[in-house]
């Protein structure tokens, strides 16, 4: 007896039930495709991506879960000049995964690599930069406009 009233009562629940769902709209929201000149071949959108990224690939710094909140990571040193002028000191003997020497010339290249196909996480593309070579171990970069980021270094 208890079964057949849990079954209509199941049964009346699930026709007087609002079953509105929204629309499936997900394809509007697909990631656009990576440029073809990228040199990332992976794309996860989302945090997990910089974690992921600090093991393949360097920066001159990066953010690290210390009291300043990051590290040096190619450069050994920087000095702030200026409200939006930053010069870098990178590390001698730096080496690519594959054992090549990496100098500041393939770093220089690199930055204009990012300010060509930036990554959709920053809106550095948006403030722009200019990069100076001092000499074979320091770089200026000249930020356009403030960056709040920058202010952490």
Known sequence: MYKIFFIVFAFLSFLSANTNFREDNSHLKLAKPLEKKSHIKVFLPSIPYSYISKSINSGLIRSSDNT?????DLAKTHKRIGQ???VFKIR???KFQNGTSCNIDNIIRNLEHFKKYPLLYTNIDKVGFDIEKIDEYTIKLKLHKNMKCFYMI
Do not use: S
């Not at 300043?68 to 040096?72: S, T, V």
């Open 68 to 72: 300043q909140g990051w590290e040096y």
């Open 84 to 86: 939006d002028t930053y």
């Open 92 to 94: 001698k003997n730096l």
